[in-house]
């Protein structure tokens, strides 16, 4: 899994899955920038790379905002000549206030598709004119295996990862004659900040309010997944490190879970 002097760009890499997919990727050998909208958090998780002898940088960027998005790739080419690995990453689940809502409302709809979607959107679009450029170019989108199936649970968000799934599969075709490769990931369960929106929203639920988040996910997970443990953030990094190195070369369009066995299609 040699990504040995590749230059990695890592959205919502400041928290959970990103930090994990960053670290992975940095301890193969690349360089991880860690780009978040939330900076100090990003300089934070790139000092701790950095102590740890590996190579990374912080910097601010919010997906939703085009100008952001442009100021942060064309630092990164600036300073680095090349982007060589895209993970987008960054997600949310609800706009301020979700948790308290018991039906979604258009704010939640908004937000939710202009980070989870539209935002690889416009990464994407910023970073494959150096990919084609250079004729070289891995993309990796976090989906989710909420993306897999409907459910009465949150359906913009749902929606959105099966967005991605989707995007993923046209970029792939769209991008494939530049040697450029698209996949997807879908992880599973993983107890981040995400997850804990996601259990104070459910132990608002009459039923279940006599359970904290964290033992409603563990009781979640008890249910849902075969092999019976939550997913770490290092699987998922794992995977991207996979899917970002030349083993991958001929895998593209293919958005795969990590899930312990809850999904299998
Ligand atoms: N945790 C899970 O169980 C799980 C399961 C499936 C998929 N996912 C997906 O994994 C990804 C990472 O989630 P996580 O669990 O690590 O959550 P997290 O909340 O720990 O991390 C999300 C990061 O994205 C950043 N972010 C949010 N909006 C942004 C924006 N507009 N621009 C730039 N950065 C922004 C946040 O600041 C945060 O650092 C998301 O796409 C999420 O949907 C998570």
């Not at 599973?188 to 929203?201: K, V």
Request: aromatic share 6%; glycine share 8%.
């Amino acid at each position: 899994m040699d990504v040995t002097n590749k230059v990695a760009l890592i959205t919502g890499a400041a928290s959970g899955i990103g930090e994990g997919i960053a670290t992975t990727l940095s301890k193969n050998g690349a360089h991880a920038i860690i780009a978040d909208i939330n900076l100090s958090n990003a300089e934070n998780v790139s000092t701790k790379l950095t102590s740890l002898g590996l190579k990374s940088s912080p910097i601010t960027l919010d997906v939703t905002d085009i100008e952001s998005v442009n100021q942060c790739v064309t630092y990164v080419l600036k300073e680095f000549k090349h982007i060589d690995i895209l993970i987008n990453n960054a997600g949310t689940v609800g706009s301020p206030g979700w948790e308290s809502r018991e039906v979604p409302n258009e704010n939640d709809w908004d937000l939710i598709f202009e980070v989870n979607v539209k935002g690889i959107v416009k990464m994407t679009e910023a970073v494959q004119v150096s990919m084609i450029n250079n004729r070289y170019g891995k993309i990796i989108n976090i989906a989710s295996i909420a993306g897999r199936q409907g459910s009465e649970r949150n359906p913009p968000y749902n929606v959105s990862k099966a967005s991605v799934i989707n995007l993923t599969q046209s970029h792939a075709m769209q991008l494939a004659k530049h040697n450029i490769n698209v996949n997807a990931i879908c992880p599973g369960l993983l107890w981040t900040p995400i997850w804990e929106r996601i259990g104070n929203r459910r132990s608002m639920s009459p039923n279940l309010e006599e359970l904290d988040p964290k033992q409603l996910f563990l009781n979640y997970v008890e249910e849902k997944i075969p092999l019976n443990r939550p997913q770490i953030p290092e699987d998922i990094g794992n995977l991207a490190c996979f899917l970002a190195s030349d083993y991958s070369i001929n895998i593209t369009g293919q958005s795969i879970n990590v899930s312990g066995g809850y999904f299998m299609n």
